[in-house]
């Protein structure tokens, strides 16, 4: 009989630091260790996939934005697909920053999973500055994450000010029950240590906020790019949007349009591994901050945007086609 698999949720809104922090722990994995991630990204194109797989982790993506209705048959598929490929000594979940996490809590403690999975200690990645927002303090899944966390981290705190953070220090304190660790990191630095032993499973307020959608059901898979090079698709629900691109290999896009084109106001997030003219590219634009670095050559462009508003998909469609520097002779719709 195999030891379950121990597993350690990372929870944490939209753009604090959820991927840079998996990134990191992959970086300082024990050597000769298989781990895995899942991850599941609000848009539907899947970029931070693309970024884990860079660091050599087993990576599987549940796309859609919705936790609650991925938390279901969709997540199962991809975790049970995950473990039989990885048969990981470690899996890391990231879960949508926008999603609510009792579900997936339920779901990796369901009796299905009970001894193929040990979940270990649920952490919470937490910005101090936008403990400043009322919408984030009132937001029932920001609140809902906090309160299944076993350890608190604030991360980004290169960016905060002195009384930011002890401000996030006396709001932690306050918080009941007490977590079992809080921590301060910038960049995403997590003590792999911090993975090891068991979950409280705390309580969370609202187990079932959110009614479920229809499409329960995983999705069909995407047409070969080599068939459609150049593929849009869009997701919205829980007052988000996301278009997203994916895109053949061999089209590259001009790198500094594309940088303008990026830092428009409408965007919460930008988010891309891309073949540009300048070579491979991982982009990441949060909260106005952009971050450009070089990339491994990856299978397919995947670009992303997600706001609060609606977004004008075709028109976003037709600007990101006017940057298309070379497509190497490939069909792209224009
Ligand atoms: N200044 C600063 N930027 C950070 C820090 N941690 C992450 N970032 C940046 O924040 C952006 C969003 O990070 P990401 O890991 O994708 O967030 P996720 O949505 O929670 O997965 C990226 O551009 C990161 O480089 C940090 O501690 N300080
Ligand atoms: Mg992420």
């Given at each position: 009989?195999?030891?379950?698999?121990?597993?350690?949720?990372?929870?944490g809104?939209?753009?604090?630091?959820?991927?840079?922090?998996?990134?990191?722990l992959?970086?300082h994995?024990?050597?000769g260790?298989?781990?895995?991630?899942?991850?599941?990204?609000?848009?539907?194109?899947?970029?931070?996939?693309?970024?884990?797989?860079q660091?050599?982790a087993?990576?599987?993506?549940?796309?859609?934005g919705?936790?609650?209705?991925?938390?279901?048959l969709?997540?199962?598929?991809?975790?049970n697909?995950l473990?039989?490929k990885?048969?990981p000594?470690?899996?890391?979940?990231?879960?949508?920053?926008?999603?609510?996490?009792?579900?997936?809590?339920?779901?990796?403690?369901?009796?299905?999973?009970q001894e193929?999975?040990?979940?270990?200690p649920?952490?919470?990645?937490?910005?101090?500055?936008?403990?400043?927002?009322?919408?984030?303090?009132?937001?029932?899944?920001?609140?809902?994450q906090?309160?299944?966390?076993d350890?608190?981290?604030?991360?980004?705190?290169?960016?905060?000010?002195?009384?930011?953070?002890?401000h996030?220090?006396?709001?932690?304190?306050?918080?009941?029950?007490?977590?079992?660790?809080?921590?301060?990191?910038?960049?995403?630095?997590l003590?792999t240590?911090?993975?090891?032993?068991?979950?409280?499973?705390?309580?969370?307020?609202?187990p079932?906020?959110?009614h479920?959608?229809a499409?329960?059901?995983?999705?069909?898979?995407p047409?070969?790019?080599?068939?459609?090079?150049?593929?849009?698709?869009?997701?919205?629900?829980?007052?988000?949007?996301?278009?997203?691109?994916?895109?053949?290999?061999?089209?590259?896009?001009?790198?500094?349009?594309?940088?303008?084109?990026?830092?428009?106001?409408?965007?919460?997030?930008?988010?891309?591994?891309?073949?540009?003219?300048?070579?491979?590219r991982?982009?990441?634009?949060?909260?106005?901050?952009?971050?450009?670095?070089?990339?491994?050559?990856?299978?397919?462009?995947?670009l992303?945007?997600?706001?609060?508003?609606?977004?004008?998909?075709e028109?976003?469609?037709?600007?990101?086609?006017?940057?298309?520097v070379?497509?190497?002779g490939?069909?792209?719709?224009?």
């Amino acid at each position: 009989m195999k030891q379950p698999i121990p597993t350690n949720l990372v929870f944490g809104f939209l753009g604090v630091g959820k991927t840079t922090a998996i990134i990191d722990l992959l970086k300082h994995k024990p050597a000769g260790e298989v781990w895995a991630v899942l991850v599941n990204e609000f848009g539907e194109v899947g970029i931070d996939g693309a970024l884990l797989e860079q660091e050599g982790a087993v990576v599987r993506e549940v796309p859609g934005g919705c936790m609650c209705c991925v938390a279901g048959l969709p997540m199962k598929i991809g975790l049970n697909r995950l473990i039989h490929k990885a048969q990981p000594d470690r899996l890391l979940i990231e879960p949508t920053g926008l999603g609510h996490p009792s579900q997936i809590i339920e779901t990796l403690t369901s009796e299905h999973y009970q001894e193929v999975l040990a979940l270990g200690p649920v952490l919470c990645l937490v910005d101090p500055r936008r403990l400043e927002e009322p919408r984030v303090l009132e937001n029932v899944q920001f609140r809902d994450q906090v309160a299944a966390a076993d350890i608190l981290v604030a991360n980004k705190t290169d960016l905060c000010t002195d009384a930011q953070l002890a401000h996030f220090d006396g709001w932690s304190e306050a918080l009941s029950p007490r977590k079992r660790a809080v921590f301060h990191t910038r960049k995403g630095r997590l003590n792999t240590a911090w993975l090891d032993g068991n979950t409280d499973r705390n309580e969370v307020t609202t187990p079932h906020a959110h009614h479920l959608h229809a499409d329960q059901e995983e999705k069909p898979a995407p047409p070969s790019l080599e068939d459609v090079p150049w593929q849009m698709v869009t997701n919205r629900g829980q007052g988000h949007a996301s278009v997203g691109w994916r895109v053949h290999a061999d089209t590259q896009l001009n790198e500094s349009r594309l940088l303008v084109l990026a830092l428009d106001g409408r965007f919460l997030r930008f988010k891309a591994v891309v073949h540009t003219n300048e070579g491979w590219r991982a982009i990441n634009i949060a909260e106005g901050a952009l971050s450009v670095v070089s990339a491994e050559p990856a299978a397919s462009s995947r670009l992303e945007v997600i706001s609060r508003e609606a977004l004008p998909a075709e028109e976003l469609n037709e600007q990101l086609k006017q940057l298309i520097v070379s497509s190497k002779g490939r069909p792209h719709s224009r």
